[in-house]
């Protein structure tokens, strides 16, 4: 049997599993725990957020005992205090602990999943969202020509707009992509193709019901679909007037939607930015990278 790797990424949002067997994923998983949103809210980890994530590591450890846990956006806010104190109570329970990880590395590692040993000779956009950051990486022909960080995401916007959480909206998609378009100002590179990482943007055109074209760009396991820009300037702008309690009835993670609605206002806004011809949605994150390192 090959060397299993069990990797959890600590979001904002969404904490996910990835257990690797050799190259072949065994199991994957995605929880909505919601630590950036209370903790802006209490000032401090909520303890129940804790309790489900030892529910996650308790999983992963049923697959193999060997866990690796990172912490992304939140956990880089936090005084060394605060991350000592939640590493010690990881520790006594699991001899585990958190590597909390730079805006940069996330990014390198997602990114990593995304262009490695890639066919696409043009150029490409990989855009890493989150719910307290987001990435840009401009990349050709398995070269990183450029790259742009941001330090806000979908929490940030959710909390700008309350309602985008509702089953319907009252604010509409122009109010919310002007707001973006603030915090994103101008963006000089292009790119013919934008392709979707850091969280699992498929997850949302299958629950709503959206039809996805086969990628005929290139052949790659991990980017089989796509859209081309008329098609996501439709779906995206319809996230408002579609009823979000329905697509939520349909899923097993019904909290996930929360953030739906600011995040295909930033990955419409970007592929308006880059001038992209076609959209690759993708589940790709930094497991994907990670695990190369980890080997």
Request: proline share 1%; net charge neutral.
């Amino acid at each position: 049997m090959e060397k299993r790797i069990a990797i959890i990424e600590i979001g904002s949002i969404n904490t996910k599993t990835h257990v690797y067997e050799g190259e072949k994923l065994i199991h994957e998983n995605s929880v909505t725990i919601e630590f950036k949103k209370n903790y802006k809210k209490e000032g401090k980890i909520r303890q129940t957020d804790l309790e489900q994530l030892y529910k996650v590591i308790d999983h992963a450890l049923q697959y193999t005992k060997n866990v690796h846990v990172y912490g992304c956006s939140i956990f880089r806010d936090m005084t060394e205090e605060e991350l000592k104190t939640i590493n010690q109570k990881l520790y006594q329970r699991f001899h585990l602990q958190i590597e909390v990880v730079s805006q940069e590395m996330e990014a390198k590692y997602t990114a990593l999943g995304c262009y490695s040993n890639h066919p696409y000779n043009g150029n490409l956009c990989i855009l890493i969202t989150g719910g307290g950051s987001i990435e840009l990486l401009f990349v050709k022909q398995g070269k990183v020509l450029k790259t742009k960080y941001y330090s806000f995401g979908v929490v940030d916007i959710n909390s700008q707009f309350s309602d985008l959480i509702e089953d319907f909206p009252t604010c509409t998609f122009e109010e919310v992509y002007q707001a973006v378009e603030k915090l994103v100002g101008n963006i000089e590179e292009k790119a013919d193709v934008l392709i979707l990482a850091g969280t699992d943007h498929l997850y949302w055109y299958h629950h709503a019901k959206y039809s996805l074209e086969k990628n005929t760009l290139y052949e790659k396991e991990n980017q089989k679909y796509m859209l081309t820009r008329k098609m996501s300037d439709v779906y995206d702008q319809n996230a408002f007037i579609t009823s979000l309690d329905e697509i939520r009835k349909r899923s097993d993670n019904p909290l996930w939607f929360d953030g739906i609605r600011a995040l295909k206002v930033i990955t419409n806004l970007i592929s308006h930015k880059v001038h992209a011809k076609y959209i690759i949605p993708t589940k790709i994150n930094m497991e994907e990278g990670l695990k190369e390192i980890l080997k």
